[in-house]
């Protein structure tokens, strides 16, 4: 009989502790990271976002090295779904230049400096989601958890748009602090086949691993200040090439639910002013 109960301690011990480590659903995971950022109240009330950063990207294919840098100023209109933007190249000899795009009525333009505009395509997620991704995409499923940068994650995966043919797969995984909550890094892996009939088709995989962090907190929620993303293409078939990139976005400022008007009447028609203000603050 005693050795029954302990055998029943036991399992009921061992059932406990298979319990606690279940992973929690993908709404789970969501709603924790949401909580952990603010809570769904503060995060709904964010309606516009303006915010600068600096780019810093080290690109390497072969023997070359590439080193570019820019600064973005931008504004972001989450419900009416508009955007303006200022971007600043700096060159190899220092020198800036300035081009403006704006996103308005469900289309992208670039305004060039003789005053006329130029279409590019547009992808409305970053309005979906406003300022986070506070729902789960279509299909997304639970992975195996995992350590990322020494760090225990819950793992989301789903699929992202195939929006060419030539794109076969294209998946995404996001990692959640086990501790905290908080997002802090990501991963997109992609495959296309580009047809070539000199040289055969070419087989391109990417991978990119993105990493949040730095999360300060503005307006009473936790928003991260610093994103690194680091690149690799790899070609083969008809053409047989390895390329790669590290890239870091840093946020200089951040301002939320600021008037867009004041952002188009003055910032916007001075490029170099606004970048002025902004880094002076």
């Known amino acids: 009989m005693k050795k029954q109960m302990t055998f029943l301690a036991a399992f009921f011990v061992l059932a406990l502790a298979s319990a606690q480590e279940k992973t929690p659903t993908v709404e789970e995971i969501y709603a924790k990271y949401i909580e952990a950022i603010g809570g769904k109240e503060k995060v709904k009330s964010i309606t516009t976002k303006q915010e600068m950063k600096i780019t810093s990207t080290e690109g ?24 303006a933007s200022i971007t600043r190249t700096t060159s190899s000899t220092g020198t800036d230049t300035y081009s403006r795009s704006l996103i308005m009525d469900g289309k992208g333009y670039l305004l060039l400096k003789d005053g006329t505009r130029m279409d590019y395509p547009v992808h409305f997620d970053m309005f979906k989601w406003g300022i986070f991704q506070e729902t789960m995409q279509p299909g997304s499923q639970t992975m195996p958890d995992e350590v990322f940068n020494g760090e225990e994650v819950y793992v989301v995966k789903y699929e992202l748009e195939k929006s060419v043919p030539s794109i076969k797969t294209n998946e995404y995984y996001e990692y959640f602090s086990k501790t905290s909550g908080l997002r802090i890094g990501a ?65 200089k400022n951040i301002q939320l639910n600021v008037d867009m008007e004041d952002f188009r009447q003055n910032c916007f028609q001075q490029p170099e002013a606004c970048f002025a203000k902004f880094t002076e603050n």
């Open 187 to 251: 991963k997109q892996i992609s495959s296309s086949i580009t047809e070539n009939k000199t040289l055969g088709n070419t087989t391109v995989n990417t991978t990119t691993i993105f990493e949040f962090k730095d999360y300060k907190e503005v307006g009473g929620i936790l928003i991260p200040h610093q994103t690194t993303m680091d690149y690799e293409n790899v070609m083969s078939g008809g053409l047989n090439r390895t390329s790669s990139s590290s890239t870091t976005m840093t946020i």
């Open 60 to 83: 390497r294919s072969g023997n070359t090295v590439i080193n570019t840098q820019n600064g973005r100023i931008e504004f972001l209109d989450y419900v009416e779904e508009k955007s």
